[in-house]
């Protein structure tokens, strides 16, 4: 075989013995050594208890599920004859089902017998239990376990008196906090196994109400009786836009939104014109609302950790629409939509099924180039131009 002279191909003549190990590694794409069975989730427990817990069901992840000793740990069930000790604390199934539970296949567990010399940074405050999981995988929730990371997000949502919304409570890891402070919480929540383990964890306080339901399905006017609220969610990545649609849909009785979404969405929400990740959703968001990148939050701060880095947004109402008059805001949101149709063509290009040989005098009226792009608009030109255009 004829030898080619490519880095990435094979070593040459004049190279040093480390030299030619580098590009034999970087061809045959070998990495460095790691431990046996690194990639695999429960590596780092016996393979005797993994097998345990990987029978438990065909959907496994890894969960932080708080709760002191001897409270009650509503978990998918293990098998008949466990307890199960982790760390030196028993786990045992409870005789008394939880509350609410209707799944035949979830148990209702309590720690007993706690190891004190367990070396875990919070005590048995915070059991890490890598067990089935309690959500359905399709859901995509990964929960905000992180006390600390908890207390700042708390600290940076200004938590004030009034109705508080909150979309995806979870395990409840923020639902308390937000108890504290305000008049009312609604927490929704579409799992109706967290649903219960919610009810559990939220009955000490008055003030708040569980809703078992899809937030795009809830009916926010009737759920806050008409009045004022504010708005915290742990998103699911996927479903983030639609469920900022629906919100916007009460953005006049709505006096901020602030929600933990993926960090690659935040950008695209608070980008100002010019910019690469400017786009529709840049647009009704800031039509909206005027919306803040808060704080970057790491993967490491959830339970299952997400793939990618997440943000807190704070969007505080009103936005440009306080000050800008469209007519028909519905009108113009589909104008803007068609503006960023295909972001590789102009506008005129965007425009000509809508406006037809008029497209580019508009652009003109408009003192835009017959060239310019939908990403260079900021919101006020954008409705300079619907007005131009009906």
């Not at 647009?283 to 959830?302: H, T």
């Not at 972001?343 to 508009?362: D, Y």
């Amino acid at each position: 075989m004829p030898r080619k002279q490519h880095d990435d191909f094979m070593p040459q003549r004049n190279e040093r013995l480390g030299q030619r190990f580098h590009h034999v590694r970087k061809t045959s794409r070998l990495r460095e050594r790691e431990p046996f069975g690194r990639n695999k989730k429960y590596f780092h427990i016996s393979s005797s208890r993994a097998s345990t817990v990987l029978k438990g069901s065909p959907t496994v992840k890894e969960h932080t599920i708080k709760g002191l000793v001897g409270q009650a740990l509503f978990i998918p069930s293990l098998g008949e004859g466990l307890p199960v000790l982790f760390c030196g604390c028993e786990i045992v199934p409870d005789k008394q089902p939880l509350a609410g539970a209707r799944d035949k296949e979830c148990l209702c567990y309590r720690a007993k017998q706690p190891n004190t010399a367990c070396g875990t940074p919070r005590g048995w405050t915070h059991l890490l239990l890598h067990f089935p999981a309690v959500s359905p995988e399709k859901l995509g929730q990964h929960f905000l376990t992180d006390a600390s990371w908890q207390e700042r997000i708390a600290g940076a949502i200004h938590i004030t008196d009034g109705v508080w919304v909150e979309i995806g409570a979870g395990h409840g890891e923020m639902t308390s906090r937000l108890a504290r402070n305000a008049d009312r919480v609604i927490a929704i929540e579409l799992d109706r196994r967290l649903a219960a383990r919610l009810r559990e964890v939220t009955a000490p306080f008055r003030n708040v109400e569980i809703i078992e339901s899809d937030v795009l399905a809830v009916d926010f006017g009737a759920l806050t009786k008409g009045a004022n609220f504010s708005v915290y969610g742990n998103l699911p990545y996927y479903i983030t836009s639609p469920i900022l649609h629906r919100l916007f849909e009460h953005a006049d009785r709505i006096a901020a939104i602030h929600i933990v979404i993926q960090f690659e969405v935040a950008v695209r929400i608070v980008a100002p014109p010019g910019r690469r990740d400017y786009g529709y959703l840049s647009v009704v968001s800031q039509w909206f609302s005027k919306p803040e990148l808060v704080l970057r939050i790491p993967p490491g701060a959830f339970r299952p950790p997400p793939k990618v880095a997440s943000a807190l947004v704070s969007l505080r109402m009103p936005g440009a629409r306080k000050t800008l008059d469209v007519g028909d805001e519905k009108a113009f949101l589909e104008f803007v939509k068609e503006c960023f149709a295909q972001k590789r063509k102009n506008l005129r290009n965007n425009l000509r099924a809508r406006l037809g040989t008029r497209a580019g005098e508009s652009l003109r009226e408009a003192g835009l180039s017959p060239d310019a792009r939908a990403e260079e608009l900021s919101v006020a030109k954008f409705a300079e131009l619907f007005r131009l255009t009906r």
